[in-house]
């Protein structure tokens, strides 16, 4: 959200609390009339009245800001509100008393919390003391009590607006995050995409090249394998973008064997179980295509075995080559795997096989959950 934005919604607020607390207004309906009827002079009349403007315009300033989520509270209005409450209250008599009221009020919503009952309580013993000198202390007793239920009724107004506002915050930062992890698993998505497939391009390319003046049907025949995995590649990418792509064991071999193959890499691998659960097989998937990826870019290997264990509640896969055992141990690749398989609650271990090539575990709950995210759809 802009500063903009902010500054617009916290000016809309702040009108709402204000138009909330206008309401409470109606009590200076006594101080008005008293101005108004009661023998004065003029001065004071028009000292009282211009006292009277400043305390409102104080008292709506004070709560206006306060429920404005970041501000400070008013402080100068919160003096300005304390002071010329008392003052009126004290010099003009039991008709001004209920200023006593807005007091409570404003010191509620603007105080630490620790301080709040001291002023509140001061503003009811001032307001009982004004009724008392003027002896209308038991005719008008109800001006100190809504001192007190003044000051209850706006800590709950108080705690819940705060508890509102956390919320929202709450609710933004999940947002914020639910983005981050969707352009995380687009990032990886794509990662494994595209480094598959163009490494199998690049491969059967090159390979091309080196038969053109040899072999040119084998040649034409490879550079034909070569559109195949580009034009699969553009579709698996514009599968990726829409969020609906899908990736299966049983394909993720078949492209290894021929990727392979180009490489002059001889794989051994299991016919793919056919009753795994779906996002265990997808994830599997990925595992085949990001080991065959680190062979052909890493390892020099002349062969890559893939066995695959499924047990009762557990799947174990592992794809291991006689290379040179440095298949990018700590690259992103591996790392988005890790989190594909962890998401499914299984465990991902990569590492030297015996001394040379490179080995790759993954064990995966048969029971995982379906987790759209670790399989990178929707």
């Not at 709402?16 to 001065?43: C, E, H, K, N």
């Not at 400070?72 to 009221?101: E, H, K």
């Not at 709450?170 to 981050?180: G, I």
């Not at 352009?183 to 090159?206: P, Q, V, W």
């Amino acid at each position: 959200m802009s500063a903009a934005s902010v500054q617009r919604v916290d000016g809309r607020i702040r009108w709402r609390t204000i138009g909330w607390s206008a309401p409470w207004l109606l009590f200076q309906l006594f101080p008005i009339v008293d101005l108004v009827v009661t023998p004065r002079p003029m001065v004071v009349r028009i000292v009282a009245a211009v006292a009277l403007a400043v305390f409102t315009v104080a008292y709506l300033d004070a709560v206006g800001r306060v429920f404005t989520r970041g501000r400070d509270p008013a402080w100068r209005s919160l003096i300005v509100v304390a002071v010329l409450g008392v003052a009126l209250a004290v010099w003009l008599g039991t008709s001004w008393a209920g200023l006593l009221i807005y007091v409570s009020a404003a010191v509620t919503v603007s105080l630490p919390q620790r301080w709040v009952w001291p002023a509140v309580l001061g503003a009811t013993a001032v307001c009982t003391a004004v009724l008392a000198a003027d002896g209308l202390l038991g005719e008008v007793f109800i001006l100190p009590v809504m001192c007190v239920l003044t000051s209850f009724a706006l800590q709950g107004t108080r705690h819940l607006v705060s508890v509102n506002a956390d919320l929202v915050e709450a609710r933004d930062e999940l947002a914020r995050n639910a983005v981050a992890q969707e352009r995380l698993r687009f990032a990886r998505d794509l990662h494994d995409l595209l480094g598959h497939s163009l490494s199998l391009i690049a491969l059967k390319s090159e390979l091309a090249g080196r038969l053109a003046e040899i072999d040119p049907a084998r040649a034409r025949a490879e550079m034909a394998d070569v559109e195949s995995a580009a034009r699969r590649a553009l579709a698996e990418v514009r599968d990726a973008v829409s969020g609906y792509r899908e990736v299966s064991l049983a394909q993720a071999l078949a492209e290894a064997r021929s990727a392979l193959s180009a490489a002059g890499i001889s794989l051994r691998a299991p016919a793919p179980a056919g009753s795994l659960p779906a996002a265990v097989d997808a994830v599997l998937g990925w595992v085949v295509r990001e080991a065959t990826t680190n062979v052909l870019r890493h390892s020099g290997a002349s062969t890559v075995t893939v066995t695959l264990e499924t047990g009762a509640d557990v799947v174990t896969l592992v794809v291991s080559d006689d290379g040179r055992g440095s298949a990018a141990a700590g690259g992103a690749g591996l790392a988005g795997l890790a989190e594909r398989v962890e998401a499914l609650g299984g465990r991902l271990t990569a590492g030297s096989s015996g001394g040379s090539g490179f080995r790759l575990t993954v064990a995966v709950p048969t029971t995982a959950p379906v987790s759209q995210e670790s399989v990178g759809s929707r």
